[in-house]
T-cell receptor, first 115, second 116 residues
Framework: AQTVTQSQPEMSVQEAETVTLSCTYD???????LFWYKQPPSRQMILVIRQEAYKQQNATENRFSVNFQKAAKSFSLKISDSQLGDAAMYFCAYRNTGTASKLTFGTGTRLQVTL | SQTIHQWPATLVQPVGSPLSLECTVE??????LYWYRQAAGRGLQLLFYSVGIGQISSEVPQNLSASRPQDRQFILSSKKLLLSDSGFYLC???????????????FGNGTRLTVT
């Protein structure tokens, strides 16, 4: 079974600085998809960014980018120019190519943004 | 556009009472549907998923059950709640046959269940 590990329960970053959240996963598949979700205090799950395993180019979405290292099975999230609104729980998730499209989540990293 | 509705938002139930949480999706046909549970300070655990009407797959043995009586309706139930059923329950949908598509899950706003 696939597993997703987020080894940083909490992280802190100053406003306007850059922070990187770590994620590793375990799979025997060669084709799969990876996602980062944000869960603010409202607890709504918001998609931040996604990455296809067959693409070597790292995905970017405005201030959010990933460092996808397929051989190392690593999928870190970089947040640039951090804003107070970025404070939230961040979950890394893995999905294989099965029809059911089930997501396996990590345990999350709580990000604090300070002034 | 597609929307997902989940209710109620909060629920306090005594141990041994029944449970029914409902989720509906609008704006799409034959979606994949999911129930996740999030315990306090923890990640999301997949409870059930469905790829079609009447098709339910359970991921973990537990005190809960799920049903899909209509294409875009997904219900989470229990006959007798346990204290350990407390948590935050999230319904989600994805496009059908999305195995080889870069399709994310779209989540409802969740239900906070407290069993007393």
């Amino acid at each position: 079974a696939q597993t997703v590990t987020q080894s940083q329960p909490e992280m802190s970053v100053q406003e306007a600085e850059t922070v990187t959240l770590s994620c590793t996963y375990d799979t025997s598949e060669s084709d799969y998809y990876l996602f980062w979700y944000k869960q603010p205090p409202s607890r709504q799950m918001i998609l931040v960014i996604r990455q296809e395993a067959y693409k070597q180019q790292n995905a970017t979405e405005n201030r959010f980018s990933v460092n996808f290292q397929k051989a190392a099975k690593s999928f870190s999230l970089k947040i640039s120019d951090s804003q107070l609104g970025d404070a939230a729980m961040y979950f890394c998730a893995y999905r294989n190519t099965g029809t059911a499209s089930k997501l396996t989540f990590g345990t999350g990293t709580r990000l604090q943004v300070t002034l | 556009s597609q929307t997902i509705h989940q209710w109620p938002a909060t629920l306090v139930q005594p141990v041994g009472s029944p449970l029914s949480l409902e989720c509906t999706v609008e704006g799409t046909s034959n979606p994949n549907l999911y129930w996740y549970r999030q315990a306090a300070g923890r990640g999301l655990q997949l409870l059930f998923y469905s790829v079609g009407i009447g098709q339910i797959s359970s991921e973990v043995p537990q005190n809960l059950s799920a049903s899909r009586p209509q294409d875009r309706q997904f219900i989470l139930s229990s006959k007798k709640l346990l204290l350990s059923d407390s948590g935050f329950y999230l319904c989600a949908w994805s496009v059908p046959n999305s195995g080889r598509k870069n399709s994310p899950l779209h989540f409802g706003n969740g239900t906070r269940l407290t069993v007393t």
